[in-house]
């Protein structure tokens, strides 16, 4: 009995502060379900090591199920290449990305509300920065060594950027793309 005291008694705390009682039901369900047409299902969770790391996740989905998560990440990718080389200073630049759809998309000048259009707004306002700005698509095999470098570890969060010395596999991977 005196636990559900205490709860009535914060209920009626809450109302006061809150302007209401507190929400005791949720919704919950154990698979998932798509959203209404026209509507984006975004699901998040985290993963927490103690003490090492903490990693976010993310799934943006549509009624029909797609996963808009690999474009996204396309997408960021993208856009990071382009803060670079704004902050480079370089005037002319030619964009190659291994994803078709983000290629269409920033040629396409595309708005929308998909989260992946946040970074092409980004992208399009940079491109004021440059003289010169193409952005194409190139098959995974004439991207091999910004792939390679987008798996080099994944668990460092800062940034790392070499203008030189590169290792010996970048080299190789650099030399099989000009074939």
Same mark, same amino acid.
């Given at each position: 009995?005196?636990?559900? %005291?205490?709860?009535?008694?914060?209920?009626?705390?809450?109302?006061?502060?809150?302007?209401?009682?507190?929400?005791?039901?949720?919704?919950?369900?154990?698979?998932?379900?798509?959203?209404?047409e026209?509507?984006?299902?975004?699901?998040?969770?985290?993963?927490?090591?103690?003490?090492q790391?903490?990693?976010?996740?993310?799934?943006? %989905?549509?009624?029909?199920?797609?996963?808009?998560?690999?474009?996204?990440?396309?997408?960021?990718?993208?856009?990071?290449?382009? %803060?670079?080389?704004?902050?480079?200073?370089?005037?002319?630049?030619?964009?190659?990305?291994?994803?078709?759809?983000?290629?269409?998309?920033?040629?396409?000048?595309?708005?929308?509300?998909?989260?992946s259009?946040?970074?092409?707004?980004?992208?399009?306002s940079?491109?004021?920065?440059?003289?010169?700005?193409?952005?194409y698509?190139v098959?995974?095999?004439?991207?091999?060594?910004?792939?390679?470098?987008?798996?080099w570890?994944?668990?460092v969060?800062?940034?790392?950027?070499y203008?030189?010395?590169?290792?010996?596999?970048?080299v190789?991977?650099?030399?099989?793309?000009?074939?």
């Amino acid at each position: 009995m005196g636990f559900a %005291r205490l709860v009535g008694e914060y209920n009626a705390y809450a109302r006061k502060v809150f302007g209401g009682g507190v929400c005791t039901k949720m919704r919950s369900s154990s698979s998932w379900q798509p959203p209404a047409e026209g509507q984006l299902k975004v699901n998040t969770d985290a993963s927490v090591v103690a003490g090492q790391h903490t990693a976010l996740g993310v799934v943006v %989905r549509d009624c029909e199920g797609r996963v808009w998560e690999v474009e996204y990440a396309e997408a960021a990718a993208t856009c990071y290449g382009v %803060r670079v080389v704004v902050r480079l200073g370089f005037k002319q630049i030619v964009l190659e990305c291994d994803s078709s759809s983000v290629a269409i998309n920033v040629r396409n000048q595309a708005r929308g509300y998909a989260p992946s259009f946040l970074f092409y707004d980004e992208i399009l306002s940079a491109k004021e920065c440059f003289d010169s700005f193409s952005c194409y698509h190139v098959k995974g095999g004439g991207n091999a060594v910004a792939h390679y470098v987008a798996r080099w570890d994944i668990n460092v969060s800062e940034e790392i950027m070499y203008t030189d010395n590169f290792s010996q596999s970048i080299v190789s991977l650099a030399g099989l793309d000009m074939k």
